[in-house]
C-alpha cells in the first residue's frame, strides 16, 4: 500500500495507550488522526474511509457506526 492511498475499512475503535486505532476484521491495526477525537466510537463498530499517511496512520475523512 503505498503512501496516499484511499482505504474503505471495517473494524473496531480502540485505545492504544494514548493513541485511538482501528483494528480491522483481518487483525491490522491502524492509527487514527491523532488530532481528532473518536471517544464517543470506542469499543464500536465502525466503517471508516480515509487516506494513507505514513506507515499505519490513516486520515480519517468519514467514519460511520454500522
Do not use: A, N
Request: net charge positive.
Amino acid at each position: 500500500m503505498s503512501r496516499g492511498s484511499r482505504h474503505d475499512l471495517i473494524g473496531i475503535v480502540l485505545l492504544d495507550g494514548k493513541r485511538t486505532i482501528l483494528r480491522t476484521e483481518d487483525g491490522g491495526e491502524w492509527h487514527l488522526d491523532p488530532d481528532r477525537s473518536f471517544s464517543r466510537y470506542l469499543g464500536q463498530r465502525v466503517r471508516v474511509q480515509g487516506t494513507r499517511d505514513g506507515f499505519d496512520l490513516l486520515s480519517v475523512d468519514k467514519i460511520s457506526l454500522i
